[in-house]
């Protein structure tokens, strides 16, 4: 396509094709029936030639992972179809920019294979939470993390999953959006409720293959249909709808028009859409939050034979992290080039019309560019790449947030549950989480203009920092206590919190109607705003603990950076609260090969 003779929106003229008639033929069909048999049986699989009948075969794959699998899980647990709509959406809307919260995470990927996950080894964890009631004591900090953790699954990552498969399976096959979402929910959950995370893991590896294969080949099309990159590159900077007013409203210029700064990834430090420092350095602490103490993530390297399989499936996972840039931003501004007044709608009734949201259509770029520019048969292979996406991050949540419940809540409440009882508990919650995840995805919808990507990382903003400052406190500096941690994770709850709410009550409003909310509380950039509650967080926790009583070395052998090469035995700051007999060898332990056992504590 000769650039000198296109026009924006040229491409958006051809009639869509009827919900109904769109995935209706063979080839598209068959690769469908194929694709979700495959992944069944990899499923069933892993789950009948891996041990799943105790707690550790069950939420840590008995320890035997190699690092292909797990640098291929670590990567499909976060590259959730949140990322194909997210990404794409938020490049089509505002340019490569966005690119750069992939890019951050090759630095903190290698961190947790280096320096998290030897420590949490050594310290004899299944969760996060876990760890914290061994290096702190008490338990008040563990239950706390564990309920926060499952919040931010339910606020970021299932719902916007759920969310965002929903729209796919709209555009392409004419489904209603909550039947879509119920016929996803109930294949993911049969076979990570029956598999534990040998099966997540293995199914999570075939994913990738065709995530990776399905995106490259969208890729490759997309950018023969727009003329090369040098062609992108013009054509997207003038890709402005036509329709800008429809007689009662008229758009602002800049509402409509590509930023100026869209090709440039660090921007502008007050006026950017995306802070360069913001970029940098509060990226970087929701990076450290999400990478190296988030129970989805360290728990795929808990699973790893030993360290150099770790330390290998972080690196394989860092360079599959430079691929989303390419494989769905891109595609996602192409996206706007080719069918600018359905991509880059800014009158609320025409955007309602196109996607039945008034606050902007960017959420569904990628999904028009699978099902306006694939032929048949890819067509088909590019939905199964969404499933595989949507599917594999879910699976990945589920089994990780039934680890938190059964191990760091439901043990509390019974104390001698049989190993029976723990599977069935563990299981049951995975069905209430999705209930109300379902319940959110109304609000995940509209908030952020309409802007899915900058909707997840900001409610990350504001509820992550505090537990980065604690996690890198516990690790890097003896010194810290109970008291300053406990402190710090409820007063930077309440702070961010604060500004959740608030931002949600007035509404996080659009270029066409900002919102009202004050300057003072949300006229400060979310990634701005994660630095402060990082420094916050970090300042209560130092100034609490230098008021209170240092821990005894002999309670931290091995759980912190000075003391990980300790011999001596350490005694667990916990180990005076056991108030119930010692279980039987096989109920409560978990084998963990070379790294000794771990055992259930109350």
Request: with cysteine; charged share 15%.
């Amino acid at each position: 396509m000769d650039s000198s003779t296109w026009s924006p929106g040229t491409a958006a003229t051809a009639a869509p094709l009827a919900p109904s008639d769109r995935i209706r033929n063979a080839a598209d069909i068959s690769v469908i029936v194929v694709y979700f048999v495959v992944v069944m049986v990899v499923g069933l699989w892993a789950m009948f030639s891996t041990n799943r009948g105790t707690v550790g075969g069950f939420f840590l794959a008995g320890r035997s992972m190699v690092w292909w699998p797990i640098g291929a899980s670590l990567f499909a647990s976060n590259i959730g179809s949140g990322h194909f709509v997210g990404l794409a959406g938020t490049g089509a809307a505002a340019g490569i920019a966005t690119g750069g919260f992939e890019w951050n995470a090759l630095v903190l990927v290698v961190v947790l294979g280096w320096v998290f996950v030897p420590i949490y080894i050594k310290a004899g964890v299944v969760t996060m939470p876990e760890y914290l009631r061994k290096r702190f004591g008490g338990k008040r900090i563990q239950i706390y993390l564990s309920i926060l953790s499952l919040l931010l699954y339910i606020f970021t990552k299932i719902s916007a999953d759920i969310f965002s498969g929903a729209i796919f399976i709209n555009m392409a096959v004419g489904l209603d959006l909550y039947l879509a979402i119920f016929l996803l929910l109930a294949i993911t959950g049969l076979y990570t409720i029956t598999g534990g995370l040998a099966a997540v893991i293995y199914t999570d590896t075939l994913q990738t293959v065709i995530m990776l294969v399905g995106s490259f080949i969208l890729m490759g099309f997309a950018f023969q249909e727009v003329g090369g990159y040098e062609a992108f590159v013009t054509k997207y900077m003038k890709a402005i709808p036509t329709m800008v007013s429809d007689g009662n409203i008229t758009v602002k210029e800049e509402c409509y028009t590509p930023r100026a700064d869209s090709f440039h990834i660090f921007r502008d430090p007050l006026k950017g859409d995306l802070p360069w420092p913001g970029l940098i350095f509060g990226l970087s602490i929701l990076a450290l939050w999400y990478w190296c103490t988030d129970q989805v993530i360290v728990q795929r390297c808990l699973s790893a034979k030993n360290m150099s399989h770790v330390k290998a499936g972080c690196t394989l996972c860092g360079y599959l992290k430079l691929l989303p840039m390419f494989l769905m931003v891109m595609p996602g501004m192409i996206s706007r080039i080719l069918y600018t007044e359905k991509v880059a709608c800014v009158l609320p009734s025409e955007c309602k019309k196109y996607c039945g949201t008034e606050v902007g259509c960017t959420n569904i770029a990628y999904p028009t560019l699978v099902v306006e520019l694939m032929p048949n048969g890819l067509r088909g292979l590019m939905l199964s790449v969404m499933m595989a996406s949507l599917m594999s991050s879910l699976t990945s949540i589920f089994n990780s947030a039934s680890t938190l419940f059964t191990m760091d809540i439901y043990t509390k409440v019974r104390k001698r549950a049989s190993e029976k009882e723990l599977m069935i508990a563990g299981r049951v919650f995975i069905l209430a989480l999705i209930g109300v995840s379902i319940a959110w995805v109304p609000i995940v919808q509209t908030a952020q203009s309409g802007q899915l990507f900058d909707y997840i990382q900001s409610i990350t903003s504001y509820l992550g920092p505090p537990i980065a400052a604690v996690f890198l406190l516990a690790i890097f500096c003896k010194r810290v206590n109970e008291q300053g941690a406990f402190w710090a994770l409820i007063i930077g709850f309440l702070i961010g919190i604060s500004r959740m709410l608030t931002e949600f009550s007035y509404g996080t409003g659009t270029c066409m109607k900002p919102s009202d909310c004050p300057t003072i509380i949300c006229g400060v950039h979310y990634l701005y705003f994660a630095i402060i509650l990082f420094v916050i967080s970090i300042i209560i926790t130092l100034v609490v603990s230098l008021l209170t009583k240092p821990i005894p070395d002999v309670h931290l052998y091995r759980l912190c950076w000075s003391l990980r090469n300790s011999k001596e035995e350490r005694i667990d700051l916990d180990a005076g609260e056991e108030d119930i007999p010692e279980a039987p060898e096989e109920t409560f332990e978990i084998g963990l090969g070379e790294t000794g056992t771990i055992s259930r504590q109350s």
